[in-house]
């Protein structure tokens, strides 16, 4: 079972790795932009809003 999850994980996962890895964060989520939401802090800010509210600290939306 582990050795299944982890290729099902992987290939889940892969294309935002790779992503990521060839044009980092801000050309990931224009390619991807749903990628966004998983961002939980940029450059100082909370883009994430269930972070920022649970930390109670202001929301502020991912701008690259």
Known sequence: MPRTSTYALTNAT???VVAL???GLE??????P????GINT????????AVAEALGVPHTPFKA
């Not at 749903?34 to 939401?37: G, L, R, W, Y």
């Open 42 to 49: 940029y450059k100082g800010t909370v883009p994430h809003a």
């Open 34 to 37: 749903h990628i966004v939401t």
């Open 27 to 32: 050309k990931a989520v224009a390619a991807i």
């Open 14 to 16: 892969i294309k935002y």
């Open 21 to 23: 890895a060839e044009g």
